[in-house]
C-alpha cells in the first residue's frame, strides 16, 4: 500500500487542522463513525500516521500523532475501497467488531 500524505504546512494552508489528545480522536472516531485502525506507520520525522475505516459505511480518517500526544486530522472523506492481493482482502486486517 502507498500512502501519500501532504506536509501539515501545506494542509494547514487549506484548511485549520483538528487537533485534540490521541485518546479523544480515538473515541471520536470510534464513537460516532464506527471507525478503527487500520494501517500506522511511523514517518522519518517520529510522527505516528494512523488510517482509520469503517468497513461498512467505508468512510475513512488519517490522523498525525506528533509530540505530546497530540493528534491531528489531516484527511477524511468516503467510499474507501481496500484492493484485494492474493484473491484475499486486505481488510482481514483490519478491526472489525
Request: hydrophobic content about 40%; proline content about 5%.
Amino acid at each position: 500500500m502507498v500512502l501519500l500524505l501532504w506536509p501539515l504546512s501545506v494542509q494547514s494552508q487549506q484548511d485549520p487542522l483538528f487537533c485534540k489528545p490521541h485518546a479523544n480522536i480515538l473515541a471520536t472516531l470510534n464513537e460516532k463513525y464506527g471507525e478503527y485502525v487500520m494501517a500506522y506507520a511511523v514517518d522519518n520525522q517520529g510522527r505516528i500516521i494512523e488510517i482509520f475505516r469503517n468497513p461498512k459505511t467505508k468512510t475513512w480518517t488519517v490522523i498525525v500523532t506528533v509530540a505530546n500526544d497530540l493528534s491531528c486530522v489531516v484527511g477524511a472523506g468516503q467510499k474507501m475501497e481496500v484492493p484485494s492481493t492474493d484473491n484475499k482482502k486486505c481488510v482481514s486486517a483490519v478491526n472489525e467488531t
